[in-house]
C-alpha cells in the first residue's frame, strides 16, 4: 500500500465512506491481497472520499430502500474521473438507532469496486458505521 494512502487511512475514520473504503483497504493491505492493485480505492484520493461520504450521507437522509444516488468526483481536483452509486437498503433499528445498509459502488479506469457496509444514525445526525 503506497504510504500516502497508509498515512490517510490513519487520518479518516472519522467520515462515513472513508471508513468503509478504508477498511477494505486495510484488510487487503494486511491479507496481501495484490488483486486490489489498480481498483478505484487506489486512485481515491481525500477530497474524493469526501465527495463519496457526501453522497452517502445524502442517499441515507433522502432515498427509500433501493433507491440509488449517483456521485463522481468532479471538483476535487484529481485526474483520475471516478463514478459510482450509493443506495440505502434494508432499513432497521439496532440498539434505539435507525440503521441501514448501504451499497457504494465506485468506478475508475474500468474497475468497479463495491462496498456494503452497515450505517447507522448517530445522535449528532450523521450517519456512521456500524461495527460488525
Given at each position: 500500500?503506497?504510504?500516502?494512502?497508509?498515512?490517510f487511512a490513519r487520518a479518516?475514520?472519522?467520515?462515513?465512506?472513508?471508513?468503509?473504503?478504508?477498511?477494505?483497504?486495510?484488510?487487503?493491505?494486511?491479507a496481501n491481497l495484490g488483486?486490489?492493485?489498480?481498483?478505484?480505492?487506489?486512485?481515491?484520493?481525500?477530497?474524493?472520499?469526501?465527495?463519496?461520504?457526501?453522497?452517502?450521507?445524502?442517499?441515507?437522509?433522502?432515498?427509500?430502500?433501493?433507491?440509488?444516488?449517483?456521485?463522481?468526483?468532479?471538483?476535487?481536483?484529481?485526474?483520475?474521473?471516478?463514478?459510482?452509486?450509493?443506495t440505502p437498503q434494508d432499513?432497521?433499528?439496532?440498539?434505539?438507532?435507525?440503521?441501514?445498509?448501504?451499497?457504494?459502488?465506485?468506478?475508475?479506469?474500468?474497475?468497479?469496486?463495491?462496498?456494503?457496509?452497515?450505517?447507522?444514525?448517530?445522535?449528532?445526525?450523521?450517519?456512521?458505521?456500524?461495527?460488525?
Amino acid at each position: 500500500m503506497p504510504t500516502a494512502h497508509r498515512a490517510f487511512a490513519r487520518a479518516s475514520f472519522t467520515t462515513f465512506a472513508a471508513a468503509a473504503l478504508v477498511a477494505v483497504s486495510t484488510a487487503a493491505s494486511a491479507a496481501n491481497l495484490g488483486f486490489l492493485n489498480n481498483t478505484p480505492i487506489t486512485y481515491m484520493k481525500q477530497r474524493d472520499l469526501q465527495a463519496l461520504n457526501n453522497a452517502a450521507q445524502t442517499a441515507l437522509n433522502t432515498k427509500q430502500d433501493g433507491e440509488s444516488l449517483d456521485w463522481d468526483n468532479k471538483g476535487t481536483g484529481n485526474t483520475v474521473p471516478i463514478n459510482g452509486t450509493v443506495t440505502p437498503q434494508d432499513t432497521f433499528e439496532s440498539g434505539g438507532l435507525k440503521c441501514r445498509k448501504v451499497t457504494l459502488v465506485a468506478h475508475a479506469k474500468g474497475q468497479t469496486q463495491t462496498w456494503m457496509p452497515v450505517a447507522c444514525k448517530a445522535s449528532d445526525g450523521k450517519w456512521k458505521l456500524k461495527k460488525q
